[in-house]
């Protein structure tokens, strides 16, 4: 399994970068020499998969994007390693600038993503399957089990692909005014404010029993 999780994130990482959203490179790399002589040092990033998911939230990540490991800076592509909690969800998201090849880990993952179409697609995936999210499309991953966590590991080909998460948008202070989705939703004021007044400042809340994941819980590919 090992062996065969090493070759699927090697694969991973030569598809995205073969079909790279960024713009083409114009040198090898684009790396300063200001703070010093560069060396091997500077393409290795360690502790990716050192990921710890904060008490209460569904899930944590780290990413190896330019900003955090200037090394990838022209060269397409990106890694974010997920930790998720029991019944843990890497919430409702997209990516504007990149398509993601997920790879699971350990673990059980429900994942979908829904087209222009509204149509969904959604499957379960266990260790060692992977799951494409097309670029820009909504998508989730949502670990199915209530006792135990899921690891994953996400190409992107992007070194910036960016992520919006639709709840954070809608139900954050700083997002899309409750009147506006009050219009969207077709819904009254006071059903758009008891979400916002139990929606998490972080963006991340785990499942419980009360809110769709636990025994009894299906997930329906489609």
Not at 129 to 158: C, E, K, M, W, Y
Not at 197 to 215: H, I, L, Q, Y
């Amino acid at each position: 399994m090992a062996r065969a999780g090493v070759l699927m994130l090697v694969l991973a990482a030569v598809a995205v970068v073969a079909f790279a959203s960024d713009a083409d490179p114009v040198a090898d790399f684009v790396l300063s020499a200001a703070n010093g002589p560069i060396t091997g040092g500077n393409f290795a990033f360690r502790g990716l998969n050192n990921v710890n998911v904060t008490s209460g939230q569904g899930s944590g990540a780290k990413s190896a994007n330019a900003a955090s490991f200037p090394a990838l800076t022209s060269q397409g592509i990106s890694y974010t390693y997920i930790n998720y909690a029991p019944c843990g969800q890497n919430p409702i998201h997209t990516h504007p600038r990149a398509t993601e090849l997920l790879f699971v880990i350990e673990g059980q993952l429900y994942v979908g993503f829904v087209d222009t179409n509204n149509t969904l697609y959604s499957t379960t995936l266990n260790a060692g399957d992977a799951f494409v999210f097309p670029r820009g499309l909504i998508h989730f991953q949502q670990n199915t089990n209530s006792n135990s966590g899921a690891r994953a590991l996400a190409a992107l080909n992007s070194q910036n692909p960016g992520t919006q998460r639709v709840g954070s948008a809608l139900f954050l202070p700083s997002g899309i005014p409750g009147t506006i989705t009050q219009v969207a939703f077709n819904a009254q004021s006071a059903a758009i404010e008891a979400i916002k007044a139990k929606f998490p400042a972080s963006g991340n809340p785990v499942g419980t029993s009360d809110t769709g994941c636990g025994e009894g819980i299906t997930y329906q590919s489609n």
